[in-house]
């Protein structure tokens, strides 16, 4: 059974940084296509970034790019990051990793990455404020 923990969220001012961190255990990394997701106050969750299996590809929401990377150790650590600089109010929310096999990654078809995951984390707190 696969499980993730997220670390690394806080309270953070406007214009800060912030580095969250997702560790995969149970099965081995590589085999999946991992993703960040976030739910802010009163919101739907919604899709951040995504990286696929090899660390090749990467997507992200239209309000994130530029700001925020999705980058994943394979070699060391088998954690899954996400850097996210220049943090703004709406950026606000529990941020939550996603793991996606290979198999139900192939049915995502024109979705992406914002396709169904198989696996979650519990969720870190990501406050920005003024």
């Known amino acids: 059974q696969v499980q993730l923990v997220e670390s690394g969220g806080g309270l953070v001012q406007v214009g800060g940084s912030l580095r969250l961190s997702c560790a995969l255990s149970g099965r081995s990394f590589s085999d999946y296509v991992m993703a960040w997701f976030r739910q802010g106050p009163g919101k739907e969750r919604e899709f951040v970034a995504g990286i696929s299996s090899g660390g090749k590809r990467t997507n992200y929401e239209d309000a994130v790019k530029g700001r925020f990377t999705i980058s994943r150790d394979m070699a060391k650590t088998n954690t899954l990051a996400l850097q996210m600089n220049d943090l703004k109010l709406e950026d606000t929310a529990v941020y939550y990793c996603?793991?996606?096999?290979?198999?139900?990654?192939?049915?995502?078809?024109?979705?992406?990455?914002?396709?169904?995951?198989?696996?979650w984390g519990q969720g870190t707190q990501v406050t920005v404020s003024s």
């Open positions: 996603a793991a996606a096999s290979r198999t139900t990654a192939l049915r995502w078809g024109g979705l992406g990455f914002r396709g169904e995951y198989d696996y």
